[in-house]
């Protein structure tokens, strides 16, 4: 379990870890009977323990003055699209991170045919959104009169904007805006043994900071500072 500052979890931190390191220790006699550590596999992956260590302390050295560079574009990016996307929808602000809201704009302000996930209910994720844009540039291909062109246009614009408002959104929450450790250094945590398949996980680093670095995006973000 990840450490706590608060007193009152502390005695719950100890038993827990030293009852994991008891088990670990336990376990140990069944690993050499059944001749575990003998499979190539487990080996590969002791192996890359050391690795693994040394990826997680040493992270990624990060300009401070470009992360904030690049967060104060996002941002700004975010408020000229979101503008524009008001005067699209009657000058009402819309909270692109509410699915309510999103939903009544698409299926109800747009009128656009409601997509629907796994479970059968209504969703407005990124699949939903690029199918709908799919749908309008199907309808502009087909139409006849200008006037029926445009206004399919406008629906196929509004999506978008939707669209790229919540790439922005992602970029700011999970990425720019993310807390770094106390040198200024982003961290993960990367697990050797993280999946049954050998394929390592990641996760935030132990103190909260950091990211899951193996979500980081495509595109550069351009953050990091060459060591």
Request: glycine fraction near 4%.
């Amino acid at each position: 379990k990840s450490w706590s500052d608060k007193a009152s979890k502390r005695d719950d931190l100890y038993t827990y870890n030293c009852l994991d390191c008891v088990v670990t220790y336990e376990a140990l006699e069944s690993f050499i009977k059944d001749e575990v550590h003998k499979n190539p596999i487990f080996q590969f992956e002791m192996s890359m323990l050391e690795v693994s260590l040394h990826m997680s302390k040493t992270g990624f050295n990060v300009d401070i003055d470009r992360k904030e560079l690049l967060l104060k574009a996002q941002k700004e990016r975010w408020n000229y699209d979101g503008l524009t996307l008001a005067l699209l929808n009657d000058r009402k602000i819309l909270n692109t991170a509410s699915p309510a809201q999103v939903k009544e704009f698409l299926y109800n302000k747009l009128e656009l045919p409601a997509r629907s996930n796994r479970d059968g209910g209504v969703t407005t994720d990124e699949g939903a959104l690029v199918a709908s844009i799919a749908y309008c540039k199907d309808k502009i291909n087909t139409l006849k009169t200008q006037e029926s062109k445009d206004l399919w246009d406008m629906k196929m614009k509004s999506v978008l904007l939707v669209l790229r408002m919540k790439g922005y959104e992602k970029l700011i929450g999970s990425y720019l805006g993310i807390k770094l450790s106390p040198d200024n250094r982003l961290r993960s945590a990367w697990k050797v043994t993280g999946t049954e398949s050998g394929r390592w996980s990641c996760a935030k680093w132990y103190d909260d900071t950091g990211l899951n670095a193996a979500t980081m995006p495509r595109e550069k973000l351009e953050i990091e500072v060459a060591e």
